[in-house]
């Protein structure tokens, strides 16, 4: 078992910036990948980043794409989203979640940590 504890949620105004970061626990050994997801009130759950544990590489939503950045410190089992130039429709709540393989779906998800932006 895996467990994901994500932090670093807040209220800032348009135009700022945010870390946010997800500590993972149990048995970290085995995952493969990390990602960020969101959901805004009233709709679904999409995809905003992932990162490789092992290898570093990345992925981005295009809505994301040159404002936020995904990275993972590996000593610590910890994953950054590193959010700039927030924007209203940035406002969700964000899950931290891991899977084991690089062709499975996302095994494990934090409880979520809610970032609200301002106009």
């Known amino acids: 078992q895996v467990q994901l504890v994500e932090s670093g949620g807040g209220l800032v105004q348009a135009g700022g910036s945010l870390r946010l970061s997800c500590a993972a626990s149990g048995r970290t050994s085995s995952i493969y990948g990390m990602g960020w997801f969101r959901q805004a009130p009233g709709k679904e759950r999409e995809f905003v980043a992932a990162i490789s544990v092992e290898s570093a590489i990345t992925s981005y939503a295009n809505s994301v794409k040159g404002r936020f950045t995904i990275s993972r410190e590996t000593a610590k089992n910890t994953v950054y989203l590193f959010m700039n130039n927030l924007k209203p429709e940035d406002t969700a709540i964000y899950y931290c979640?891991?899977?084991?393989?690089?062709?499975?779906?996302?095994?494990?998800w934090g409880q979520g940590t809610r970032v609200t932006v301002s106009s």
């Open positions: 979640a891991a899977r084991i393989s690089q062709f499975t779906m996302y095994d494990y």
